[in-house]
């Protein structure tokens, strides 16, 4: 289900008309999923009042775009990401990899998969792929966790003692803006190997990351 009441509504950002067109033909197909549209830029995305759930963002557009920009822009119109990648450029996805995209798939994957990690992402859900684990572990850069600037911040102060109320109000969003942030912070945590079900895993995670400072003694 989409982020309202209905199906989910799956919108695709490409420079290949096939590519848009075969995406159709699986969201027409697949039960619980409708087709919103197809742009060729996330500038003409964005252009319309939101009408998808989650876009389908092809890694490498021939518009100059990054990938940082790109799924910032959509998540600022308040759609999910997911970044379609046919592995061509292995630094272009280790730079998605940073951003708040909720998973990385191959456009050649089965059809039955591109599907499922849909459905999972169209939900909010975080899509664990190979492709994810393989940025994580090649990118030298990546020694913690990959996490946005306000996850960070979120991570920080929810880990020092906070509630999920008083973290809200500290950084003038919602409770459940919060608790989104954290769920998907466990997420990757959990898709890198360092899970961290508890607020006291939160705490020792933050701390080893640098996210979360060391306390003084004395």
């Given amino acids: ?11 695709i950002v490409d420079d290949h008309e096939l590519v848009g067109l075969a995406v159709r033909s699986l969201v027409d197909a697949a039960a619980g999923l409708v087709f919103a549209r197809h742009e060729r830029s ?12 989650l876009v389908l963002l092809d890694l490498s557009l021939r518009d100059d775009t990054t990938p940082d920009r790109n799924v910032g822009t959509l998540r600022a119109w308040g759609a999910h990401v997911l ?12 730079e998605a990899s940073r951003t708040e995209a909720l998973g990385i ?5 089965p059809g039955d998969e591109l599907v499922a990690v849909m459905t999972a992402a169209a939900a909010g859900e975080h899509v664990p792929s190979t492709e994810w684990a393989s940025a994580l572990d090649t990118d030298p850069t990546l020694h913690a966790a990959p996490l946005t600037r306000r996850e960070r911040e979120v991570l920080s102060l929810y880990a020092s003692g906070m509630g999920a109320r008083e973290v809200a109000a500290a ?19 959990r898709l890198i190997g ?25």
Avoid: C
């Fill in 194 to 218: 360092r899970p961290a079900t508890t607020k006291v895993d939160l705490y020792r995670r933050g701390i080893e990351d640098g996210f979360v400072p060391v306390p003084s003694r004395g």
């Fill in 105 to 109: 798939a191959r456009k050649s994957a």
């Fill in 42 to 53: 996330v500038a003409d995305m964005v252009a319309q009042p939101r009408d998808a759930d």
């Fill in 171 to 189: 950084l003038f969003v919602s409770e459940n803006t919060v608790n989104d942030h954290l769920r998907r912070i466990r997420s990757v945590y």
């Fill in 1 to 11: 289900m989409g982020q309202g009441a209905g199906p989910a509504r799956i919108a």
């Fill in 83 to 94: 970044v379609l990648t046919s592995a061509e450029n292995p630094f272009l996805i280790r």
